[in-house]
């Protein structure tokens, strides 16, 4: 089991930016890549951005690429998303994801970013 609590977000103004974090703990060490989804109201849960534990190789939403950064601590105990140039339309819950070898998948609570334009 792999627990996932993520922290950072708020309410920001168009163009501004947060920092996002993910703290897993549990079985950490059967990670192999972590990720951030988010879910705007009425809409289905979207892909943001993920990182490859081997490689630490990242990749993108089209939506968010140049704006938005994921990396990790060296431990890999913790995930960051760095969010720049924030947009209205980048308001939704933003989604902690791991996932472990044998394909398990593991989310977090969800933490709130609200873009004000």
């Known amino acids: 089991q792999v627990q996932l609590v993520e922290s950072g977000g708020g309410l920001v103004q168009a163009g501004g930016s947060l920092r996002l974090s993910c703290v897993a703990s549990g079985r950490t060490f059967s990670m192999y890549s972590m990720g951030w989804f988010r879910q705007a109201p009425g809409k289905e849960r979207e892909f943001v951005a993920r990182i490859s534990r081997g490689d630490y190789s990242a990749s993108y939403a089209d939506a968010v690429k140049g704006r938005f950064t994921i990396s990790t601590d060296n431990a890999w105990n913790t995930v960051y998303l760095q969010l720049n140039s924030l947009k209205p339309e980048d308001t939704a819950v933003y989604y902690c994801?791991?996932?472990?070898?044998?394909?398990?998948?593991?989310w977090g609570q969800g933490t709130q970013v609200t873009v004000s334009s």
């Open positions: 994801n791991a996932v472990v070898y044998g394909a398990n998948e593991y």
